[in-house]
């Protein structure tokens, strides 16, 4: 049974052009798909129908087996499907870090020690040892990009959405969030322009072209001499 079966999608933003027309999507469990398109194709979009923030026009979403109809469907969904902002301002709201990790695991019902201890583990799993009283609008913007990817840890999701996970990090920052990203167990999907990142963390790559999801089959072969499955999309090497 697929994890997220979205079928005959339309969507469109008020007095906006349509974004959506007939998609159809199906992510499986153990997928780890890539999606590069051009800004404005509605990648953030897809992620935002996924976990119910905006509503298509018509058709019909399916996640984790159950049709997704109400607030409260969607609202068990974020229970089990991490997504991270493309913008970590946008993710973090407490003073302070700590506060911010085990803001997730509170709201999953575990006591206050208990989601202590696993802001404390998920911190440390990403290196971040120390930063649990650090307040988090001080923080640098890979800091801050860290501490997101925590908040999203700590909820042990089944599935990650991740939104540009390295847009506006520095090389050494980019390096270390890709070695994670790399490294999770997880089904996930990343959105992001970086063809290398792409291929060192997902096995399928998809872009989005009329309103329609595609997956990206053509091999080509660059100038810096290798070849990858990605030619229907122009892409950034580091």
Do not use: C, W
Not at 7 to 27: C, Q, R
Not at 216 to 238: L, N, S
């Amino acid at each position: 049974m697929p994890i997220i079966n979205l079928e005959d999608i339309h969507f469109s933003y008020p007095g906006g052009k349509s974004v959506f027309e007939h998609l159809d999507f199906t992510f499986k469990r153990g997928d780890r798909i890539g999606l590069m398109a051009p800004n404005g194709s509605g990648k953030t979009t897809l992620f935002h129908l996924i976990m119910g923030l905006v509503k298509p026009d018509s058709g019909h979403i399916e996640i984790f087996g159950q049709s997704m109809a109400t607030a409260k469907d969607f609202a068990a969904v974020r229970r089990r499907i991490g997504l991270l902002f493309q913008d970590p301002d946008d993710q973090l709201f407490s003073p302070t870090v700590i506060e911010d990790v085990a803001f997730g695991p509170l709201n999953l019902g575990k006591s206050k020690k208990a989601a202590q201890n696993i802001a404390q583990q998920t911190l440390a799993y990403l290196g971040l040892d120390g930063f649990e009283e650090r307040i988090t609008f001080k923080l640098s913007g890979g800091e801050k990009r860290l501490v997101s990817l925590a908040t999203v840890l700590a909820m042990a999701p089944e599935v990650l959405l991740l939104d540009e996970p390295l847009s506006g990090l520095d090389f050494d920052t980019r390096t270390r969030i890709a070695e994670i990203i790399a490294n999770l167990n997880l089904s996930l999907i990343i959105i992001s322009h970086d063809i290398d990142f792409l291929l060192s963390t997902t096995n399928q790559v998809y872009t989005l072209k009329n309103g329609k999801l595609l997956f990206d089959d053509k091999f080509q072969v660059h100038v810096h001499r290798h070849a990858h499955p990605h030619g229907i999309y122009p892409h950034e090497h580091e």
